[in-house]
Protein backbone atom coordinates (compact mmCIF):
# COMPACT_ATOMS: atom_id res chain seq x y z
CA UNK A 1 0.00 0.00 0.00
CA UNK A 2 1.08 3.52 -0.51
CA UNK A 3 2.26 5.58 2.71
CA UNK A 4 0.88 8.35 0.89
CA UNK A 5 -2.91 7.90 -0.63
CA UNK A 6 -4.58 11.05 -0.93
CA UNK A 7 -8.15 11.72 -1.91
CA UNK A 8 -7.85 14.68 -3.56
CA UNK A 9 -9.67 14.89 -7.07
CA UNK A 10 -12.27 12.61 -5.50
CA UNK A 11 -15.95 14.06 -5.03
CA UNK A 12 -16.93 13.07 -1.52
CA UNK A 13 -19.04 10.28 -3.01
CA UNK A 14 -15.91 8.03 -4.80
CA UNK A 15 -13.88 8.59 -1.88
CA UNK A 16 -15.41 7.23 0.35
CA UNK A 17 -16.26 4.41 -1.74
CA UNK A 18 -12.03 4.68 -2.07
CA UNK A 19 -11.72 3.96 1.55
CA UNK A 20 -14.89 1.41 2.04
CA UNK A 21 -13.09 -0.91 -0.95
CA UNK A 22 -9.92 -0.20 1.63
CA UNK A 23 -11.69 -0.81 4.35
CA UNK A 24 -13.04 -4.36 2.96
CA UNK A 25 -9.08 -5.03 1.68
CA UNK A 26 -8.24 -4.97 5.74
CA UNK A 27 -10.71 -6.60 6.88
CA UNK A 28 -9.88 -9.43 4.47
CA UNK A 29 -6.60 -9.38 5.03
CA UNK A 30 -7.20 -9.76 9.02
CA UNK A 31 -9.39 -12.80 8.32
CA UNK A 32 -6.30 -14.38 6.24
CA UNK A 33 -3.69 -13.61 8.76
CA UNK A 34 -6.06 -15.04 11.88
CA UNK A 35 -6.47 -18.29 9.18
CA UNK A 36 -2.69 -18.38 9.10
CA UNK A 37 -2.18 -18.27 12.84
CA UNK A 38 -4.45 -21.24 13.34
CA UNK A 39 -2.95 -23.04 10.79
CA UNK A 40 0.81 -22.54 12.34
CA UNK A 41 -0.52 -23.57 15.92
CA UNK A 42 -1.82 -26.64 14.07
CA UNK A 43 1.72 -27.51 12.61
CA UNK A 44 3.03 -26.59 16.11
CA UNK A 45 1.14 -28.68 17.86
CA UNK A 46 2.13 -31.60 15.81
CA UNK A 47 5.56 -30.73 15.65
CA UNK A 48 4.83 -31.28 19.81
CA UNK A 49 2.87 -34.41 19.14
CA UNK A 50 5.90 -35.62 16.88
CA UNK A 51 8.72 -35.33 19.38
CA UNK A 52 6.49 -37.19 21.90
CA UNK A 53 6.40 -39.98 19.83
CA UNK A 54 9.79 -39.57 19.23
CA UNK A 55 9.04 -39.44 15.46
CA UNK A 56 11.94 -36.41 14.64
CA UNK A 57 11.86 -37.17 10.86
CA UNK A 58 7.81 -36.12 11.66
CA UNK A 59 9.14 -32.88 13.63
CA UNK A 60 11.61 -31.54 11.68
CA UNK A 61 9.11 -31.85 8.65
CA UNK A 62 6.32 -30.08 10.76
CA UNK A 63 8.64 -27.17 12.07
CA UNK A 64 10.20 -26.68 8.74
CA UNK A 65 6.21 -26.09 8.07
CA UNK A 66 5.94 -23.62 11.29
CA UNK A 67 8.97 -21.49 9.87
CA UNK A 68 6.60 -21.27 6.27
CA UNK A 69 4.00 -20.74 7.90
CA UNK A 70 5.52 -17.83 10.60
CA UNK A 71 7.45 -16.15 7.20
CA UNK A 72 3.86 -15.81 5.52
CA UNK A 73 2.10 -14.82 8.82
CA UNK A 74 4.97 -12.40 9.52
CA UNK A 75 4.34 -10.60 5.73
CA UNK A 76 0.35 -10.48 6.17
CA UNK A 77 0.88 -8.95 9.51
CA UNK A 78 3.40 -6.06 8.28
CA UNK A 79 0.75 -6.26 4.72
CA UNK A 80 -1.66 -5.23 7.59
CA UNK A 81 0.36 -3.01 9.84
CA UNK A 82 0.88 -0.65 6.38
CA UNK A 83 -3.05 -1.24 5.21
CA UNK A 84 -4.00 -0.10 8.64
CA UNK A 85 -1.89 3.27 8.54
CA UNK A 86 -3.26 3.86 5.00
CA UNK A 87 -7.10 3.42 6.00
CA UNK A 88 -6.75 5.94 9.03
CA UNK A 89 -4.91 8.55 6.73
CA UNK A 90 -7.59 8.01 4.52
CA UNK A 91 -10.52 7.98 6.71
CA UNK A 92 -8.68 11.54 8.54
CA UNK A 93 -8.82 12.85 5.04
CA UNK A 94 -12.35 11.76 4.33
CA UNK A 95 -13.41 14.14 7.72
CA UNK A 96 -11.76 16.65 6.59
CA UNK A 97 -13.33 16.67 2.97
CA UNK A 98 -16.66 16.36 4.45
CA UNK A 99 -15.94 19.97 6.55
CA UNK A 100 -15.12 21.34 3.34
CA UNK A 101 -17.23 20.65 1.14
CA UNK A 102 -19.20 23.11 -0.86
CA UNK A 103 -22.80 23.19 -0.82
CA UNK A 104 -24.12 22.55 -4.72
CA UNK A 105 -26.74 24.88 -5.90
CA UNK A 106 -29.92 23.47 -7.50
CA UNK A 107 -31.25 26.32 -9.91
CA UNK A 108 -34.10 25.56 -10.38
CA UNK A 109 -34.92 24.64 -7.06
CA UNK A 110 -33.29 28.08 -6.25
CA UNK A 111 -35.85 29.55 -9.40
CA UNK A 112 -38.66 27.85 -7.31
CA UNK A 113 -38.03 29.49 -4.32
CA UNK A 114 -37.35 32.78 -5.87
CA UNK A 115 -41.04 32.71 -7.52
CA UNK A 116 -42.76 32.17 -4.88
CA UNK A 117 -41.03 34.93 -2.83
CA UNK A 118 -41.24 37.96 -5.64
CA UNK A 119 -43.75 35.84 -8.00
CA UNK A 120 -43.67 34.21 -11.08
CA UNK A 121 -41.60 35.88 -13.71
CA UNK A 122 -44.21 37.85 -16.33
CA UNK A 123 -43.30 35.96 -19.63
CA UNK A 124 -45.44 37.65 -21.51
CA UNK A 125 -44.51 40.90 -21.17
CA UNK A 126 -40.95 39.93 -22.16
CA UNK A 127 -41.95 38.68 -25.24
CA UNK A 128 -43.80 42.18 -25.79
CA UNK A 129 -40.60 43.73 -24.72
CA UNK A 130 -38.41 41.60 -27.15
CA UNK A 131 -41.01 42.79 -29.94
CA UNK A 132 -41.05 45.90 -29.57
CA UNK A 133 -37.59 45.97 -29.62
CA UNK A 134 -37.23 44.71 -32.93
CA UNK A 135 -40.09 47.01 -33.73
CA UNK A 136 -37.81 49.92 -32.86
CA UNK A 137 -35.19 48.36 -34.60
CA UNK A 138 -36.76 47.96 -37.80
CA UNK A 139 -38.12 51.81 -37.36
CA UNK A 140 -34.24 52.52 -37.10
CA UNK A 141 -33.00 50.74 -40.08
CA UNK A 142 -35.70 52.35 -42.58
CA UNK A 143 -34.72 55.55 -40.91
CA UNK A 144 -30.86 55.16 -41.99
CA UNK A 145 -31.85 53.90 -45.26
CA UNK A 146 -33.71 56.91 -45.75
CA UNK A 147 -30.97 59.08 -44.84
CA UNK A 148 -28.69 57.32 -46.85
CA UNK A 149 -31.20 57.04 -49.94
CA UNK A 150 -31.34 61.37 -49.16
CA UNK A 151 -27.21 61.18 -49.11
CA UNK A 152 -26.88 59.04 -52.47
CA UNK A 153 -29.35 62.14 -54.10
CA UNK A 154 -27.17 64.70 -52.70
Known amino acids: ?????????????????????????LKSLQKERLSVVAELELWSGRATLAAQKGREDLKDQALLKCREISE???????????????????KRQLEVMKHQQVPTVDADLLLAQLEQVVGETDMTRMRFREVEADQALEELKRKKEAEDAEDAQD
Open 1 to 25: MDNDISLSGLDPGSAREFVLQHIIA
Open 72 to 90: KEAALAEEERKLAIDVSEM
